[in-house]
């Protein structure tokens, strides 16, 4: 299988600040995307990004499918952005969607 | 638009007693459908997957299975639960934009 890394494992944000996640795996993808789950467990699509670069509001992705890696940027961070953000990839064959260990983001007042 | 529903959100349930979950699709076809397990912690490990009625793929032995009776309608099943077999259970379905996963079951075996 593909093995997605992500880093950092855990983040502290004071309100306001601006962060860089990052995602790397190991192969060739079909689909790469980015996910927040919030505090209740449910997984929020993000940016559905197998390359380029793409903005909704306050966050924004690129990923570089040819160096095989992904950043996930997050600026002026609010408390509602606390939770864990979640890369996961699939191949062009296969139907396996492989996550990785996500980084835990907590954005503190 | 498609929506995923899945339920219950929590269940609570002794060892040795079945489980049924259910996961339904609406506003698409014959769509790619999935069930992740999330353990404590972070990972999520892909348990079945279906590419259509009837037809399911297992990812990994273990002591739950799954069902396909409807174009749109998953169920996660066992016929005892084990106290490993608790943790938050997820719903997926796949389409143009990628994975969209339903709200989750939390199962607490006891």
């Known amino acids: 299988g593909i093995q997605v890394e992500q880093s950092p494992p855990d983040l502290i944000l004071q309100e306001g600040a601006n962060s860089t996640l990052r995602c790397n795996f190991s192969d060739s993808v079909n689909n790469l995307q980015w996910f927040h789950q919030n505090p209740w467990g449910q997984l929020i699509n993000l940016f559905y990004i197998p390359s380029g670069t793409k903005q909704n509001g306050r966050l924004s992705a690129t990923t570089v499918a040819t160096e095989r890696y992904s950043l996930l940027y997050i600026s002026s961070s609010q408390t509602t952005d606390s939770g864990v953000y979640f890369c996961?990839?699939?191949?062009?064959?296969?139907?396996?969607?492989?996550f990785g260990t996500g980084t835990s983001l907590t954005v503190i007042p | 638009s498609q929506t995923i529903h899945q339920w219950p959100a929590t269940l609570v349930q002794p060892v040795g007693s079945p489980l049924s979950l259910e996961c339904t699709v609406e506003?698409?076809?014959?769509?790619?459908l999935y069930w992740y397990r999330q353990a404590a912690g972070r990972g999520l490990q892909l348990l079945f997957y279906?590419?259509?009625?009837?037809?399911i793929s297992s990812e990994v032995p273990q002591n739950l299975s799954a069902s396909r009776p409807q174009d749109r309608q998953f169920i996660l099943s066992s016929k005892k639960l084990l106290l490993s077999d608790s943790g938050f259970y997820l719903c997926?379905?796949?389409?143009?934009?990628?994975?969209?996963f339903g709200s989750g079951t939390r199962l607490t075996v006891v």
């Open positions: 997926a379905w796949t389409g143009r934009a990628g994975y969209t």
């Open positions: 279906s590419v259509g009625i009837g037809q």
């Open positions: 506003g698409t076809s014959n769509p790619n």
């Open positions: 996961a990839v699939d191949r062009w064959t296969g139907n396996q969607f492989y």
